[in-house]
């Protein structure tokens, strides 16, 4: 993976199935984990969180797949192969971007699977488009709500989360910290918030240099911080408080919650504290893990969303 960033080279052969799919205006890059699977099968779609791409779930596809499910996940926008629009990295735009891709795959109605942001993007999907959403898993995805309160009155949550967030305010400076040095900055994140198991792995580093290339894509530095700053400056304007306001239903399908014990950055409190907005709802500390949870203890992770699937 030499030479200029290039989106097409987050196309990786494997086990699965690259195309596009156009939702919402835009030109998404997906990828489904057996190449022609039967549309008539469950759709599980895999949302993947900052600073990632569909790479993040390559430990996912042929567990979920071999249980029946048509497995598919996209870049979102901004990020990957797809496309990278100025503007629409607002909580309302992005719940529709999954409506319309639920819809684009020839679906009516599917499971949600969601990792940090993308979890944000689960919880936003099923309370804005209910019909479209048959349950939900979130790791390392407290509900927006949730997570609001407990940065303004918890003291840990506050201290991890809400520094980065504030040093991405500043115009061009978040992106230059992204991508200097090949994104040298984005191995220092995951290495402060991984688990100490999988940081020894050869996973681990795979991991790394892959995302460290796929953040550097032309565009993706700032669209992936544009998540960031919408989420932040939103709560002062009346965008933000419509949304927040919106947002305060509670949810009566399925809601798996995973954390890894590990991580610092998502505290147990607030993910307890979610349970607030779903009336169905399984949280469950994942060992051996960290923020990255799906990628650190896949198997416990699988198993966990096989179980919630079946229902």
């Known amino acids: 993976m030499s030479g200029s960033p290039d989106a097409t080279q987050v196309r990786f052969d494997g ?5 596009d799919v156009r939702a919402n205006g835009l030109r998404f890059h997906a990828v489904e984990a057996v190449a022609g699977s039967i549309a008539d099968r469950p759709l599980v779609l895999l949302l993947h969180g900052f600073g990632e791409f569909w790479w993040s779930w390559r430990h996912q596809f042929e567990a979920l797949s071999a249980a029946g499910n048509r497995v598919v996940a996209v870049d979102l926008r901004g990020y990957g192969d797809s496309d990278k629009p100025p503007r629409g990295y607002d909580g309302w735009t992005l719940a529709g971007d999954t409506h319309a891709l639920i819809r684009a795959l020839g679906h009516t109605q599917a499971a949600l699977v969601g990792h940090a942001d993308g979890g944000l993007v689960c919880w936003a999907t099923a309370t804005l488009h209910p019909r479209s959403v048959s349950s939900i898993a979130v790791l390392s995805s407290p509900h927006p709500r949730a997570l609001r309160q407990a940065v303004f009155t918890n003291p840990a949550e506050r201290t991890a989360f ?3 967030f504030l040093h991405n305010q500043l115009p061009r400076v978040g992106e230059r910290r992204l991508t200097r040095s090949d994104g040298a900055y984005l191995e220092e994140y995951f290495r402060e918030r991984a688990g100490s198991v999988w940081r020894r792995t050869p996973d681990f580093t795979e991991a790394i240099a892959r995302n460290r290339y796929a953040i550097t894509i032309p565009g993706v530095a700032h669209c992936s911080l544009e998540y960031r700053r919408w989420a932040f400056r939103s709560q002062f304007r009346g965008d933000g408080r419509r949304f927040m306001d919106l ?8 809601v798996l919650a995973l954390r890894g ?14 349970a607030h907005w779903a009336s169905d709802y399984d949280y469950r500390v994942i060992g051996s893990a960290g923020h990255f949870v799906h990628e650190e203890n896949p198997e416990a992770v699988n198993a966990a969303l096989l179980q919630s699937l079946s229902r």
């Open 261 to 274: 014990r590990e991580d610092d950055y998502i505290v147990d409190s607030v993910m307890s504290a979610s």
């Open 162 to 164: 809400l520094a980065p």
């Open 15 to 19: 086990p699965w199935h690259h195309f």
């Open 247 to 254: 947002m305060n239903k509670r949810l009566h399908i399925p």
